[in-house]
């Protein structure tokens, strides 16, 4: 990919897309958003027990999207400027990727946004806790040969909430990925994928389809892949276990969402196909199926004693209980190790086929019907110009643990 042609599509974008910072007084605010402010945006409060940071200072964390509306974008856990602490992560600093001269701060909920116009009866707006960042530089990527050696820069923001029933029914969750690559493979990319089924997900201890209930919005289409989320089942089975035995909660608390996505002409020729994979360890919750309405949450499994003696043992349980005491740590408490900040992404393969171009496409929010003119509720795509099916780089597994001590970050996150 040319990194002259790279820089067309970002000076276009960068356009119609302000930093934070860029104004004379250094803060973005709504009198800067030449169409308003998007849905997403000041939708956070904070956690009265836990949380430092006031509504006002987390809305300077804004940028203004293509649309001309104001967004919410990344932040740290702590405010720098004041030490106040909001209580959740977005993940890794964009701003340290290569590729955010290119892009700039990536504004959150702006595929949501764009569905309000392509299917106004039919909306999909998702919670701020769930936005995050992560990249890698010069990423040495798999080919499957020794003899082509390709790198890549890659930065991907995907919204997944752990805390929430949200994802137990609903598959549409908004996925950014930028890309590019010494082959010449690249993309800027943005949509809502489907990560598999709608209206259920798997179980992680079993693999088993778990029913829940009507999606939001009802339309959502099913896709491929899978949201592997921890129900009941996995407590029973590997948490609450007998004396002489030790909880297994890496097993039993984690989640992978497995994303086979495409972006598509409207022709259905497909132009690019991902498969990225978002690990967590330690989410917030599970589905408890014996009462739909009340999400379960691992940290007052901690406590649980059955009728028959079975409770959790070992690990982190031992860790935050002191062995059993009751110390009263509810499920949003920074000291509660389940705060789903131990996140890591399988980056997958990257594969394109647009040697014919164009270069840019605009497609609708699911990233389908691509065609060369803008229409509305259509999203602007970049597509490299290149056919990589013969060498097709893929990508390991980057992230880290974004919480702990020192961060204030807790559930809901």
Request: glycine content about 12%.
């Amino acid at each position: 990919m040319s990194r002259e042609n790279v820089s067309r599509w970002a000076a276009a974008l960068l356009l119609t897309m302000i930093a934070v910072g860029c104004t004379s007084d250094g803060v973005i605010g709504p009198e800067d958003a030449p169409a308003g402010v998007s849905r997403a945006f000041s939708i956070w409060a904070p956690t009265p027990e836990f949380d430092t940071c006031t509504p006002e200072v987390h809305d300077r964390y804004a940028t203004v999207g293509p649309d001309g509306k104001l967004y919410p974008t990344w932040h740290p856990p702590i405010d720098p400027a004041s030490g106040c602490t909001f209580g959740h992560d977005h993940g890794r600093d964009p701003s340290g990727s290569d590729l955010f001269g290119d892009v700039g701060p990536i504004p959150f909920g702006y595929a949501n946004e764009v569905l309000d116009i392509h299917d106004p009866a039919n909306p999909r707006h998702e919670d701020h806790f769930g936005h995050k960042v992560e990249w890698e530089n010069d990423i040495e990527m798999n080919t499957g040969s020794s003899v082509f050696q390709i790198s890549c820069d890659v930065l991907i923001k995907m919204h997944q909430g752990t805390h929430s029933k949200d994802a137990l029914t609903n598959n549409l969750h908004e996925l950014v990925f930028h890309a590019r690559c010494s082959d010449g493979t690249g993309l800027h990319v943005t949509f809502l994928t489907n990560i598999g089924d709608a209206g259920g997900f798997e179980s992680t201890c079993n693999d088993v389809r778990v029913e829940v209930g009507t999606p939001s919005p009802v339309n959502s289409p099913d896709g491929g892949g899978r949201r592997i989320i921890p129900d009941r089942s996995c407590v029973d089975q590997l948490i609450l276990v007998p004396d002489g035995s030790e909880s297994q909660f890496r097993s039993a608390l984690r989640e992978s969402w497995q994303a086979s996505e495409s972006i598509r002409a409207e022709n259905g020729r497909r132009l690019v196909s991902l498969g990225p994979y978002f690990n967590v360890r330690f989410p917030s919750r599970f589905h408890n199926p014996a009462d739909p309405g009340i999400i379960g949450r691992p940290m007052d499994v901690c406590y649980e004693v059955t009728e028959t003696g079975e409770r959790a043992r070992g690990g982190v349980c031992e860790e935050v209980t002191a062995g059993g005491t009751i110390l009263d740590i509810a499920w949003n408490d920074p000291r509660s190790p389940f705060d789903g900040a131990d996140r890591d992404t399988d980056i997958n393969s990257i594969r394109i086929s647009n040697a014919d171009g164009p270069e840019v496409w605009y497609t609708d929010p699911f990233g389908a019907n691509g065609r060369t003119e803008p229409f509305p509720g259509s999203i602007k795509q970049w597509i490299a110009r290149i056919d990589n099916d013969a060498v097709t780089p893929s990508g390991p597994r980057i992230g880290r643990n974004y919480g702990g001590p020192g961060t204030g970050v807790h559930a809901p996150n």
